[in-house]
């Protein structure tokens, strides 16, 4: 089976900008979550759909972050306007059931310059 | 969430067994123990997970002890491929499932 996809693998932007990344999670599974590593720190937790729902949204740093699952298949996270505190690897996981193990993509490397 | 620590890094020559041990002194009854390996420009990747006692598949082997405030994943005869971050999570408390990830241990496997 594909495993989770994201697009673009890279994306470089300026200051004030608009990105949308792309999560396509593997086929029939209704939990998608994103997470983010920033320079030098850890992975962390940024939200968690159930099918089109938000079920914890609450790492979402700021209300410049506005993620998307419509229709419960794929899910876009859009950062608007772009800051450069926002430059990192954004990650994207499924799952079948919210106990189940995670799977993971392997991220989008957004550079805000 | 409860907090987990790790080595920050290991060193084994190949065709060794490696143990990672991982302690979670606040774990909650509800929680289990997940592991994950992460390579250089790839997302982590899901290894093994359990509740208590032991746990077995292709890969490796966690070990959980009956009190559960720790856990040691054990990779059977390592190979340089094996050369990776290996993440130890708790997961579950309270009806959440986000993943909480420390800095892992880095493991560098020597020909």
């Known amino acids: 089976e594909a495993g989770v996809t994201q697009f673009p693998s890279h994306s470089v932007i300026e200051k004030g900008q608009t990105v949308t990344l792309r999560c396509d999670p593997i086929s029939g599974h209704d939990n998608l979550y994103w997470y983010r590593r920033v320079m030098g720190k850890e992975i962390k937790f940024l939200l968690h759909f159930v099918k089109e729902s938000k079920q914890d949204e609450s790492g979402m740093p700021n209300n410049r972050f506005l993620a998307e699952r419509t229709g419960g298949t794929y899910s876009t996270l859009k950062v608007q306007p772009a800051e450069l505190e926002d430059s990192g690897v954004y990650f994207c996981?499924?799952?079948?059931?919210?106990?189940?193990?995670?799977?993971f993509g392997d991220g989008t490397r957004l550079s805000i310059l | 969430l409860a907090k987990t620590t790790q080595p920050i890094s290991m060193d084994s020559y190949e065709g060794q067994e490696v143990n990672i041990t991982c302690s979670h002194n606040?774990?909650?009854?509800?929680?289990?123990i997940t592991w994950y390996q992460q390579f250089p420009s790839q997302g982590p990747r899901f290894i093994i997970q359990?509740?208590?006692t032991k746990v077995t598949n292709e890969v490796a082997s966690l070990f959980i002890p009956a009190d559960r405030k720790s856990s040691t994943l054990s990779l059977p005869r390592v190979s340089l491929s094996d050369t990776a971050v290996y993440y130890c999570?708790?997961?579950?408390?309270?009806?959440?499932?986000?993943?909480?990830f420390g800095k892992g241990t880095k493991l560098s496997v020597i020909p």
């Open positions: 999570l708790v997961v579950g408390g309270a009806g959440s499932y986000q993943l909480t």
């Open positions: 606040n774990i909650a009854t509800n929680d289990y």
């Open positions: 359990g509740y208590k």
């Open positions: 996981a499924s799952s079948q059931d919210a106990d189940q193990p995670q799977h």
